[in-house]
């Protein structure tokens, strides 16, 4: 079992849709979660980041952590076409540079 | 303006050759790291350094060499051991364990390698 799994299948909404994205994991020792957005041939750039379980929202993001179930979303509210872009998820422990990220998750807004 | 810088953008080799990579921050990071990125893989990360003179593997550092001389430099050899270097490559910096939060890292842009 890998240790963040993440659905890599392209996703493609009308604008103004709310995106919904997830990422489950199975080391329960993970603490910081983060989701980064990477737009096509450049490098990620942290979007959002939560610490422990509860809600973020930041604008029309909001992330989501359940450390119950080891599951963590992304939503993204009235969607634009510059929201088009790759969304990794990734998460660490306290202190540790190392990040263990999910697969990416391709996502389209059609105008 | 802060940040990191790779280059170049794209870059293409022989089979066989060696290939250095460049990364340069200016953001006074301590921690650095290179990750290899395929279609539909994440980023998988190859070298990371925590400070100078000082550098560990990750998870597929096999085929390649780093090393780490100044604080703000950080270049990635991939060699001819490397049995699939066709990727791209992102280089990344954090603020060390030691101060701060370290969840965070910035990212270059990225180098496209192709070997032919």
């Given at each position: ?40 041939r ?70 | ?34 990750y290899r990125q395929d279609p ?46 066709t990727a791209f490559y992102l ?19 990225g180098t496209r390698l192709?070997?032919?």
């Amino acid at each position: 079992q890998k240790e963040v799994e993440q659905d890599p299948g392209p996703l493609s909404v009308p604008e103004g849709a709310i995106v919904s994205l997830n990422c489950t994991y199975s080391n329960s020792a993970f603490q910081y979660f983060m989701w980064y957005r990477q737009y096509s041939r450049k490098g990620p750039e942290l979007l959002m980041y939560t610490y422990s379980s509860g809600n973020k929202e930041d604008g029309r993001f909001t992330a989501q952590v359940d450390k119950s179930s080891k599951y963590i979303s992304l939503f993204i509210r009235d969607s634009q076409p510059s929201d088009s872009a790759t969304y990794l998820c990734a998460m660490t422990l306290y202190g540790n540079n190392r990040l263990a990220f999910g697969k990416g998750n391709q996502v389209v807004v059609i105008p | 303006d802060g940040g990191i810088t790779q280059s170049p953008k794209y870059l293409f080799r022989k089979e066989g050759q060696n290939v250095t990579l460049s990364c340069e921050q200016n953001l006074n990071h301590d921690a650095m790291y290179w990750y290899r990125q395929d279609p539909g893989q994440g980023l998988r990360l190859i070298y990371y350094s925590q400070i100078v003179n000082d550098f560990q593997k990750g998870d597929i550092a096999e085929g390649y060499s780093v090393s780490r001389e100044k604080k703000e430099s950080f270049p990635l050899t991939v060699t001819s051991a490397q049995k699939n270097p066709t990727a791209f490559y992102l280089c990344a910096s954090s603020i060390s364990s030691t101060g701060g939060p370290t969840y965070e890292q910035y990212f270059g842009p990225g180098t496209r390698l192709t070997v032919t």
